[in-house]
Structures are given as structure tokens and as C-alpha cells.
């Protein structure tokens, strides 16, 4: 074999490896979009009563976030200006250490909630996506901030980034089909499907490892035991293929808490992202999680912390080895800026084909050479753009810029632009003229 040839072959393995890796590394599920029965009628106070919450399509992790996946995106992190806690630096499962390898299989825990959200915006950015937190005030993107209960963090819900799912949600992705049960499998809380204390799991006092719960686990090529019974557990994926729903780690959600939230909704409502933070009544707001963990126990009704509806309450800044987390990402492409880099600007993009242009929250985008631009589509090879100035649409996509396709007439345009004059668009047949943006 040639240098050459040998040089394509290692070039094409290397893609390969990356592409495998990448698709490896987010492991989702699609929830299709329709409506469930929230709550509990016959749980805790905060959970009734049961209502009706419609939401729009969304993927979802099958496991919750790994050491290892939280360490892969925390070292992308800390050189893009990411700073996290101390607490995230020293994940710990329990009362016992795994060194090397073997530590990494477990899922991360003692995260705040304002980690989680830095750590949401850094996987999407790894990823090639637009991340979604931000300041309210400043619209910065949520990275190096010092946050506390009173900053005022917004998300751009039309982005594809990932983020934490809200509490209907996480309660939809735990429930699948199990409408009425208190567990996923079922009404009756079981050791061989989920790790909560006094299960019996070979674990004792602590997490398992992210799909230890497949029933597939053989202990005895791998020991992790701590004590306590060794056996096979049972394969406990739910109908969306999620695992460790329920025990484990709670996992974080986007919402503030509000005991009484249930109660103020309406019978029909449409991607419920909980109460705003204005009408708290709670003087030290709290955020939510959901799904209970080996700190939580069936001492009590039955498994009473692990049920699906239960809701968990803590602190933003509070961490714990019982809290890990487990993202959320729209069904939709970030329409136009699929090539997109964020700058040293906040909220100013560059994109390989049309430039620099400053994003606002609403996906109004201003370039300064042709304006305010909306854009609808499916990334860089997709787009309608409405132009602001000529109040028209016009189709066009990164192959075939700068020409643009104006349907109602069936004209094409090509794109002309003086650099400190003025931009405009030319018909294909230089007949027609459209002056966007006069710098004059």
C-alpha cells in the first residue's frame, strides 16, 4: 500500500472512530409529542391534582450523565471559559471510593443545579449546538458567571442544545405507558429494577453504575460489591428505552418548586415549564428533582420517595451524592447557523457563509450588511429568511448563497453587497432591483 493510500485509509478510520464516538456519546431516546396525566391524586399534596399537560417532541438521555461523560465535557469546558463549582471537580458515589476506570461508570453526582445548567451549555457547544442558558438582563451565555438564587437565567426553548428537562417532562420520559403506576414496572417498589437504600443491590450504601440495571450485568467478571446481596438484576428500561428512572440519583429539573403550581394550572396546558420565579412565594426559591435515589428508601408507603410523581426539592446551590442529572434536547434543528461559532462576543455568531450577526433571543438575527433577518428551516442547507427591510421571504442554503429564491414570483436573486455602500438584490435576469440596506 502507498503512503497515500495508507494516509486516506487511516483518515477515513479517524472519521469513522469520531463519528461513532460522537453518536455513541448521546445515547437518546425520542418522546413523540401528545399529552399525559401529570401528578398524583393520591400521593403528596403537591402532586394533585392529576392534569392534563401536552408537550412537543423531544429526545431525551437513556442513562443519567456519567463521571465519564461529565469529565469529557468539563475539560471542553474549562478552555471556553467555563468555570464550574468546587463540588463537581470530587464526584463521590457514597461512603467508598472506585479508583481509575471503574469510577467513571457511575453517574455523576454532587452537582448543583447552576453546575448543571453551565454543564448543559458546554455539552451543547461540544456538540456542535447552540446553547440555551442565558442571562436575562445581559443576555450573556450562561458560563463564568457567579450564580445564586437571584439571577435571573432564561432559555432560548426553540434551540436544539440540550438542557434539563422540566418536571413534565421528566415525568412523561419516566412514565412511558405506565399511566396510573407508581413505578415505571409497576405499583410495588423492586431491588432486582432500581437502587434505592435497603434494596439489597450489591452496591450497598451508594449508586450503581450507569446501566447496571440492563440484566445484563455479570458481577462476577467485575466486582464492584460493597456487601449486600450479588445478583443479576432485572433489565428495568422503561417503553422509551430509559434507565434508572427511578433510583439511583434524583436528577435535576429546569423548575422553581411551588407546592401549590398543580393546583393553579389549567386542564390543557401546552409545555409546562413551571412558575415563573416572580410568583414564588417561597423567600429562598428551590428547584426541583425528580426520580429519588439510593439515599431514599422503601421504609415507609411502599417505596413512598422512588414513586414517578414525587417531587424532590433542593437548593440551586445544594449538591449531594443522591443528585446527578440526565438532559433533555428539542426535535428541531438551529435553523441558519448549523456552521455557526460563537465569538468572544456574546450573542455575536459567525458563520463561515454569511458572517458575523448578532442573535437575539426571539432568533431575530442582525447582519450588518443586510440587516434584521428571521429564519426558519433546518440548519445551513435549509432556510427561509424573512427579510425585515423588504418584509418579504426568500429560500436559500449554504450550497447555493448568495442566491435566493423569492416563491410567490418564482425569481431568483442573487445577493450584492458594497462593502460601505449598500446591499441589495439582483433578478437573475438584471431586470429587477431590491435595495435591502443603504449605508449611505
Given amino acids: 500500500m502507498s503512503s497515500a493510500n495508507a494516509r486516506w485509509l487511516l483518515q477515513l478510520l479517524l472519521f469513522l472512530f469520531v463519528i461513532c464516538y460522537v453518536i455513541g456519546f448521546e445515547e437518546v431516546s425520542m418522546i413523540s409529542s401528545g399529552s399525559f396525566q401529570m401528578g398524583s391524586d393520591k400521593g403528596q399534596f403537591d402532586e394533585a391534582p392529576k392534569h392534563l399537560v401536552r408537550l412537543s417532541d423531544f429526545y431525551v438521555d437513556r442513562y443519567e450523565v456519567s463521571i465519564k461523560n461529565w469529565v469529557i465535557i468539563t475539560d471542553f469546558a474549562s478552555k471556553n471559559r467555563y468555570q464550574f463549582s468546587e463540588s463537581q471537580q470530587f464526584p463521590k458515589r457514597g461512603p467508598g471510593w472506585y479508583s481509575g476506570a471503574d469510577r467513571l461508570d457511575f453517574p455523576m453526582n454532587m452537582i448543583t443545579w447552576f453546575d448543571a445548567i453551565k454543564w448543559c451549555n458546554a455539552r451543547s457547544e461540544y456538540m456542535g449546538r447552540l446553547p440555551l ?7 450573556e451565555t450562561i458560563r463564568d458567571q457567579n450564580l445564586d438564587s437571584s439571577s435571573e437565567i432564561a432559555v432560548y426553548w426553540n434551540r436544539s442544545g440540550y438542557r434539563l428537562p422540566t418536571e413534565a417532562e421528566w415525568e412523561k420520559a419516566a412514565r412511558g405507558n405506565a399511566a396510573g403506576y407508581k413505578f415505571p414496572w409497576g405499583n410495588s417498589i423492586d431491588g432486582n429494577m432500581a437502587n434505592y437504600k435497603l434494596s439489597g443491590d450489591p452496591f450497598d450504601d ?10 445484563k450485568q455479570d458481577i462476577s467478571v467485575k466486582d464492584y460489591s460493597f456487601g449486600g446481596e450479588k445478583r443479576n438484576p432485572i433489565d428495568n428500561k422503561n417503553i422509551y428505552g430509559l434507565y434508572d428512572v427511578v433510583g439511583n440519583v434524583s436528577e435535576w429539573c429546569w423548575d422553581w418548586y411551588d407546592d401549590k403550581w398543580y393546583q ?48 424532590h426539592v433542593s437548593y440551586p446551590h445544594e449538591y449531594s ?23 468572544e462576543f456574546d450573542d455575536w455568531m459567525y458563520s463561515s457563509w454569511l458572517g458575523y450577526y448578532f442573535q437575539a433571543k426571539n432568533l431575530w438575527s442582525f447582519f450588518p450588511s443586510i440587516g434584521w433577518v428571521y429564519p426558519y428551516g433546518y440548519g445551513s442547507y435549509d432556510n427561509w429568511l424573512y427579510f425585515h427591510s423588504i418584509q418579504s421571504w426568500l429560500w436559500t442554503s449554504k450550497s447555493i448563497h448568495p442566491w435566493h429564491f423569492e416563491p410567490s414570483l418564482k425569481i431568483w436573486y442573487k445577493l450584492d453587497i458594497k462593502e460601505g455602500l449598500s446591499s441589495r438584490f439582483i433578478s437573475q435576469d438584471l431586470t429587477r432591483e431590491i435595495l435591502i440596506l443603504d449605508a449611505k
Fill in 133 to 139: 442558558y442565558y442571562d436575562f438582563y445581559t443576555n
Fill in 206 to 215: 451508594g449508586s450503581t453504575p450507569v446501566g447496571y440495571f440492563s440484566g
Fill in 264 to 311: 393553579n394550572q389549567k386542564n390543557s396546558n401546552r409545555d409546562d415549564r413551571g412558575p415563573a420565579r416572580e410568583d414564588l412565594t417561597f423567600i429562598d426559591p428551590a428547584k426541583v428533582h425528580r426520580g429519588g435515589g439510593f439515599k431514599n428508601d422503601n421504609t415507609s408507603e411502599s417505596g413512598e420517595s422512588l414513586r414517578i410523581a414525587f417531587r
Fill in 321 to 343: 451524592t443522591g443528585i446527578g442529572l440526565r438532559t433533555v434536547r428539542g426535535n428541531f434543528h438551529d435553523p441558519l447557523w448549523a456552521d455557526s461559532k460563537t465569538t
